[in-house]
């Protein structure tokens, strides 16, 4: 007789992407025939410029579709070594390299390779959803740190020094922030490096919104300060930059050793990211940088539309980001309120009400840490976001 098999501790404990549940929620509600404005989305809406898309075909017809090395082709290598020295100023050689699927298994692999079990690693909150289960799966333990609220978003070293343990082990920093949009100011770097090397710590710094940022910021890697190069792993890709979230195309960039035993774990789990899609981010990274750029200002432009209608909702309050292509929305005013008879708790619940009752989705902070904000994402057209920035109006209207 057939018993139910029991799962893994490992995978028991995962928590799905809450990101991706108010997704997915959106989609069945827009499969039904329901017309959602969808402020979900972790990716950007434009279509993968039309160079890379060529260079894709072209890798299939010139017959670019067997395995490569494991950890991503030469070629490859060598264009991001010159565009994370273009960005930060820090030169890698190719064997400080490696490419995954996504920046995603980028992460995976580096937090099995550094993490063992009972370590402390240090999180800033709010983090992105994935960062607590990929320190879980390693067994190691999230210790989190809330940002004090005189630093306005911005991570600073003594917010780190007051969370921090006789277990703490590494950091994970994430300038531009996904959700906040926040990016630590070269010089609040430079503190958190110092306090790096006191504690010696390891840092994988994830950089993946690096190229969006908007106003006067500037995007510096914890890797350029010194003594750093040695104990960074900087995470970037090709999803956000250059809008080619599908194609699944992420590498990672840090001392030999560690790069080569997060190799052996891919060797051991994927083998090479997809060939194709490797010499489409090539054309990405070596080619023509224009539609970055384009990209860029596309964002800015949403970006301050969308603060500032926020801000003018009441009871509702973000902060201008600096970067990313999302808006951080504190929403705590609305606790205890009650809309079209539901009581409001927190953004779990504005999320539900403005996704049943006005047809728009937002992501609910819970899943990054506070639970009394929400991430919007501007990366849809400025007519949708009209829309939906209209109708979640509306509906706070009618609050009791
Ligand atoms: C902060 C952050 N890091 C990494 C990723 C993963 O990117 P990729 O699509 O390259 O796996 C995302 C995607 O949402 C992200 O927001």
Known sequence: MLQTVSLSKRVAQLKPSPTMAIDAKAKALIAQGRDVVNFGAGEPDFDTPENIRDAGIKAINRGHTRYTAVGGIEALKSSIVERIFEDTGVRYTNDEILVSVGAKQSLYNATMALINPGDGVLLPVPYWVTYPEQITLAEGEPEYVPIAPAHEGELHADDLAAAATQKSRGLILNSPSNPSGAVIRPTVLHDIARLALDRDLWVISDEIYNRLIYDDAVHASIAQFEGMRDRTILINGVSKSYAMTGWRIGYAAGPKHIIKAMASL???????????????????????????????????????????????????????????????????????????????????????????????????????????????????????????????????????
């Open 266 to 400: 891919q060797s051991q789990s994927t083998s090479n990211p997809s060939t194709i899609s490797q010499y489409a981010a090539l054309e990405a990274l070596s080619g023509p940088q224009e539609a970055v750029t384009t990209m860029q200002r596309e964002f800015d432009r949403r970006r301050r539309y969308v603060v500032g209608r926020i801000n003018a909702m009441p009871k509702l309050s973000a902060a201008t980001p600096q970067g990313a292509f999302y808006v951080w929305v504190d929403m705590s005013r609305w606790v205890g309120a009650r809309i079209q008879g539901r009581t409001i708790a927190g953004a779990d619940d504005l999320a539900l009400a403005w996704l049943e009752l006005a047809d728009v989705a937002v992501v609910p902070g819970s899943g990054f840490g506070m639970p009394n904000y929400f991430r919007m994402s501007y990366a849809t057209s400025m007519e949708r976001i009209e829309t939906g920035l209209d109708r979640m109006a509306r509906l706070l209207e009618e609050a009791e």
